[in-house]
């Protein structure tokens, strides 16, 4: 990235957005943090910005020349409004863009895979990023972090199928690393932590880390999609109980090397991960 290289983070104070944003500044780049209420983020220029108001985008876009890209949340249609800003983006000036996306999610397939599908026209300078589940689904205000510590229990309808589970740290390395090497990735990247582990290893790891016990208790997809839409809008929710299903039939049992291939550095194991961030 050249000296005078401007990257627009959207979502800046989120999971992986906050992460990229302070990889960034730390680095020397010059960062503009965008989200709806434009909150100071150390070393970045705070913009507002938000998806459902185009009205934000031109400002926000302003000097940028490369995107970090954080989909509306929540929504099974972001390409209604990724598609129309990311033309705007093309057209100001934007060059590069690295989108977050899923290991869940193909190229062409619902959701941010039809914004991937696109990315290739859009921009000679691109990536997507297709992590697997994250480690932080299990901290914070996050419906398993909330499970363990009320009732001591994580349930889903995964069964026995095994995840490689990463920690958002590693995403926002590879995410840096995508925004500012000399030659753009230009493809999709799956990432993954080092070992692929059922919610019954995690409940485990967990407990040995916390010292309270933890387990899992597996639900149908139905039943946890009757959970889910006490908190979510019934078409998530169906969408999300079916996630669990496909984790269940095996799509998440594998491992990548590419967040050390990109980064040089192996990506921290769950237990290290419980072990610093839930006691």
Same mark, same amino acid.
């Given at each position: 990235?050249?000296? $005078?290289?401007?990257?627009?983070?959207?979502?800046?104070?989120?999971?992986?957005? $906050?992460?990229?944003?302070? @990889?960034?500044?730390?680095?020397?780049? @010059?960062?503009?943090?965008?989200?709806?209420?434009?909150?100071?983020?150390?070393?970045? &220029?705070?913009?507002?910005?938000?998806?459902?108001? /185009?009205?934000?985008?031109?400002?926000?876009?302003?000097?940028?020349?490369?995107?970090?890209?954080?989909?509306?949340?929540?929504?099974?249609?972001?390409?209604?409004?990724?598609?129309?800003?990311?033309?705007?983006?093309?057209?100001?000036?934007?060059?590069?863009?690295?989108?977050?996306?899923?290991?869940?999610?193909?190229?062409?397939?619902?959701?941010?895979?039809?914004?991937?599908?696109?990315?290739?026209?859009?921009?000679?300078?691109?990536?997507?990023?297709?992590?697997?589940?994250?480690?932080?689904?299990?901290?914070?205000?996050?419906?398993?972090?909330?499970?363990?510590?009320?009732?001591?229990?994580? &349930?889903?309808?995964?069964?026995?199928? @095994?995840?490689?589970?990463?920690?958002?740290?590693?995403?926002?390395?590879?995410?840096?690393?995508?925004?500012?090497?000399?030659?753009?990735?230009?493809?999709?990247?799956?990432?993954?932590?080092?070992?692929?582990?059922?919610?019954?290893?995690?409940?485990?790891?967990?407990?040995?880390?916390?010292?309270?016990?933890?387990?899992?208790?597996?639900? $149908?997809?139905?039943?946890?999609?009757?959970?889910?839409?006490?908190?979510? /809008?019934? &078409?998530?929710?169906?969408?999300?109980?079916?996630?669990?299903?496909?984790?269940?039939?095996?799509?998440?049992?594998?491992?990548?090397?590419?967040?050390?291939?990109?980064?040089?550095?192996?990506?921290?194991?769950?237990?290290?991960?419980?072990?610093?961030?839930?006691?």
């Amino acid at each position: 990235m050249t000296p $005078s290289a401007t990257t627009l983070v959207i979502g800046a104070t989120g999971t992986t957005g $906050s992460r990229v944003a302070a @990889r960034l500044a730390a680095g020397g780049h @010059r960062v503009r943090a965008a989200g709806r209420r434009a909150t100071p983020v150390a070393g970045a &220029e705070a913009v507002r910005f938000d998806w459902n108001d /185009p009205a934000t985008y031109g400002a926000a876009l302003d000097g940028a020349d490369r995107v970090y890209l954080i989909p509306p949340l929540g929504s099974l249609d972001p390409a209604a409004v990724m598609l129309p800003f990311l033309r705007q983006a093309r057209t100001a000036g934007v060059g590069r863009a690295v989108l977050l996306s899923s290991s869940a999610i193909p190229v062409g397939g619902p959701a941010t895979g039809q914004v991937h599908q696109a990315l290739p026209d859009l921009f000679d300078a691109w990536a997507v990023l297709r992590p697997s589940w994250f480690m932080q689904n299990f901290t914070g205000d996050h419906h398993h972090a909330r499970s363990i510590r009320e009732h001591g229990t994580i &349930e889903t309808a995964t069964g026995d199928g @095994r995840v490689g589970f990463i920690d958002a740290d590693d995403i926002a390395a590879v995410a840096v690393h995508a925004l500012t090497c000399t030659h753009a990735p230009n493809t999709d990247l799956i990432l993954t932590g080092p070992q692929a582990l059922s919610h019954g290893d995690v409940a485990d790891l967990v407990t040995q880390a916390t010292g309270r016990t933890v387990t899992h208790r597996q639900l $149908s997809a139905e039943q946890l999609r009757e959970r889910l839409s006490a908190d979510v /809008p019934a &078409e998530f929710a169906a969408l999300l109980a079916g996630l669990d299903r496909a984790i269940a039939d095996g799509a998440e049992d594998r491992t990548t090397d590419t967040v050390e291939r990109l980064t040089g550095r192996p990506p921290r194991d769950f237990r290290t991960f419980a072990e610093h961030e839930m006691t």
